[in-house]
């Protein structure tokens, strides 16, 4: 992307940052030195070494890297670097080299530099031979130091005429060139042919510098955000910036400037993946095409914005700046040979080689500027005399505003935006809020509202969300259907839910819902709904059963949504018999035929509702046998389905993305949910520092249903030792279940306060807590609840049956970590055959369960188990210290959590470090926290 010498100064990162160029820099140096393998013993190097590639790809960066490694063999070195200007004078650079020897070996006599610096203008058919002679000289008295030229392209034909000549006859003493190097494709085939025959007599070296590759990119961006690059950040990097390392450092800098990056967990993220980074204008590739005159400049900004035109693009780049077809071909004839275009792949279209380029001449065009492309280009679309494909045309469409005819516009941004709305969040909130700007329509602004309201609450974008749908509300009330206006008040309480708007949402409960424009029906609902995002269930279902005429009686979607909502928040309360019925039937819910959202919003719901009663196979078949209408599932949910079917990895991907971007506040009770998830998977693979803080990030952020923690925040205090504190997370997570009348997810915990309570030798109180186990399994009527109960049954009594049959429930249920952890609990209270424990153990490793694998071969050790190789064991034993040291632990908790002695941990400590090379546990934490760790 940028000139190589101001990568670091544009950046603000040093060049060190650099990766996957070590090996060329020592191919560098061992060819200028004759130490490359098969190199003749004594030899002084190849006399000239070309490091060679396009523009950022890092030449600047190896020369200075060179050079330290060349001052570091105690060799001499004089660095200089060739500007534009100087091809066009000439003997330029060999007179300044020339002038440097000079002042530098004659005792810095500044006379005799200026006297050399003068002969170039005035160059005769000697001159040539003069400097050359002078520069044999001047080079063998100063001891033959390592000459690097930085853009060496740029030097004029009788310096290099010169220097050639130096290369061939070194005379008195060794040579040596080093030159960074931009090849054109413009350039003069004789000089092609002079390189190689230099090559050929062993008197040149190419170095070539290869794009980075997507591992190297990951390493450099980890290195510079100290964190690890999402999959799809690291996509746009590898699209736009083509493995060339400052326009990598450019994009990171852009999205940093725009604060359109977030990083949670030591992970980076873009909330909008589609997004492109916020570039300055200033870049040095762009200033650089500005300064070379003529029709360059305005022929590249306008070439950004229309070379997906095609072969059209360069007709109406001339109608845009005003010239004819013959300049703006010479022009980007020039930009071809200056390496910044290439053509193909037919006749007659252009592209840019480095995509990110295009993007940042698009930032210096000003207002008018821009909307006159844009303009130009729908024109030409609308014409039939262009094609191009959607996206384009709705980008360009955003951009010319009202420099095209309005009403088409916002009719076509409207079609448009719609169609995107569950599959590209980012663009269709663009060109409907576009097509809301310009619609001249009350009716049209309306209906382009709704869409950017909904799609914005689609993709949990509160804060969009809410300003559209206030505006709707507010403004064009009485220009909506009513199942419009409900949808409006739906999401405007949804949105203020997400955006932590208690004092809203308890202005809403306690009166302000009569403000809000709907009718009585509407009102129920709206209150209903904000009770829930205020924790308030209970009241939320008397609401709901109270007026419940009130809106049964309006029809269509307030009916529909009605009984939705009170189905759900019914089921959550412990009654699931009308929510079971519409499960296993959704078509017959009144709107299944209408819009596809209105399906959408069904089956979304149900199948989360499904999943927060433990029901992943039921949530399956439902999806399975009634397909959502798009692809996209809103974040938290994927999180809680992924993690129940034992897909950890992407689970804790998308979960890590959510929390960063805070695209998994909202939707209820899912965003608790995937809390609860998350921490369970970096609990059970030894992250419990980040387990905890997911935990209390839930509880500040979104404090809904918070009972459902208790589970994942005990299975942390258990790790820690620390049981007390464990049975009384549970104990208050019950009281708060029973406050809020919630039901949902409260069989888990009375197992684990049974379990507790026997364990501490207190079977009557156990023996309670199984009878409310019994009570809810049989309110609740679900696999999970009853696999709970089976669970009590079997370790309260000691009934092998119940274990027997609860080891078939799970199987049946499929999800890993439950059905290994009923495995390991009921041979731990030797209620089955010890050989179960190899298939927990299987399961453990399959989710990469480190923690949980470590506490379960204890227990195989004292069943005599066989234990896996020693040596796989060994690997996970480091990884697990690794990750537990990272995570900020003592000697004494680490002792605590491996179930060992601090002198143990100590003895592992010391090998860890040995065979890692590591000399601290802050150098080890950096290893993991990058990626870099060798485990």
Known sequence: ?????????????????????????????????????????????????????????????????????????????????????????????????????????????????????????????????????????????????VVLIDDAQWADPGSRAV?????????????????????????????????????????????????????????????????????????????????????????????????????????????????????????????YLRQLGGLVWPVAKALAVLHPLGPEAARLVSEAVGADADEVGAALTELWAEGVLWQGPRPGHWRFRLPLLASALITCLGPYERRRLAQLAVTAIWAGEATADGPYLAEQLVAAGRFVDARRASGELIALGTA????????????????????????????????????????????????????????????????????????????????????????????????????????????ALALCHLDRWREADECLTRRREAWAREGGTVAALGMLFSDCIAAYLGRTEAFDRMAAAPPGWPLWSEESRHRFEQLSQLARALMALGELDRAQRLLAAHALPSDYRPLPDRVVADSLAGRWDPALSLARLGLATGLSVGDLPTHTLMSRETSIILGARGQLARAREVIDRARAVQPVALHLLALAEWCLDLSLGDLQRGNQVIADALTLAVERGLVVGTEELWLMRAVSELAGGDRAAAQRCLDELSRIADQLGTGRARMCRLLGTAVVHQDRAAADEAIRVVRHRAQPLEQADTMTMLVRHRLADPSLLHEAYALYGDLDALLRRAQLRNVMRGYGLALPRQSQTTAENERLLATLVAEGLTNRELAVVLEVSEKSVESRLGRLFKRTGYRSRVELTSAMLTGEYPG
């Open 163 to 287: 220097l050639l000549t130096l290369l061939r006859a070194p005379g008195a003493g060794p040579v040596r060139f080093v030159c960074a190097f931009r090849p054109s494709p413009a350039d003069p085939e004789g000089d092609r042919a002079a390189l190689e025959r230099l090559r050929a007599a062993g008197l040149a070296e190419v170095v070539p510098l290869r794009p980075l590759g997507s591992a190297e990119v990951r390493a450099l961006v980890a290195q510079q955000l100290q964190a690890k690059p999402s999959p799809s950040l690291l996509g746009y990097l590898n699209r736009e910036c083509r493995g060339r390392p400052a326009a990598v450092l450019t994009a990171l800098a852009g999205y940093r400037r725009s604060d359109s990056l977030c990083v949670f967990d030591r992970h980076a993220f873009l909330p909008s993946p589609n997004r492109p980074p916020s570039l300055p204008a200033g870049l040095p590739p762009v200033e």
């Open 1 to 145: 992307m940028m000139d190589d010498g101001h990568c670091a100064a544009v950046c603000d990162v040093p060049a060190e940052a650099m990766y996957g160029r070590d090996a060329c820099v020592a191919r560098v140096v061992d060819a200028a030195t004759g130490t490359a393998t098969g190199a003749v013993t004594g030899t002084a190097g190849t006399p000239l070494v070309l490091v060679t590639g396009p523009a950022g790809i890092g030449r600047s960066t190896v020369l200075a890297a060179a050079r330290e490694a060349f001052a570091a063999r105690g060799l001499p070195t004089l660095t200089l670097r060739v500007a534009r200007n100087e091809r066009d004078r000439p003997y330029s650079l060999a007179a300044r080299l020339s002038a440097e020897l000079a002042v530098r070996h004659r005792n810095g006599d500044p006379r005799r530099a200026v006297a050399v610096r003068a002969a170039a203008p005035g160059a005769g058919p000697d001159t040539g031979r003069q400097l050359a002679a002078e520069l044999r000289t001047s080079l063998a008295a100063s001891g033959a130091p």
């Open 420 to 527: 995107a709305m569950l599959e590209d969040g980012y663009a269709a909130e663009r060109r409907l809020r576009a097509a809301a700007e310009l619609a001249t329509e009350p009716e049209r602004r309306a209906r382009a509202l709704l869409a950017h309201a909904a799609t914005c609450c689609i993709h949990l974008r509160h804060t969009d969300a809410l300003e559209s749908a206030w505006t709707v509300l507010s403004e064009h009330a009485g220009l909506v259907t009513p199942e419009a206006l409900l949808e409006m008040e739906m999401i405007y309480v949804v949105s203020l839910g997400g955006v932590a708007d208690r004092a809203a949402l308890t202005e809403i409960c306690e009166g302000g819902w009569r403000k809000l424009p709907g009718g009585e029906g509407h009102r129920s609902l709206t209150r």
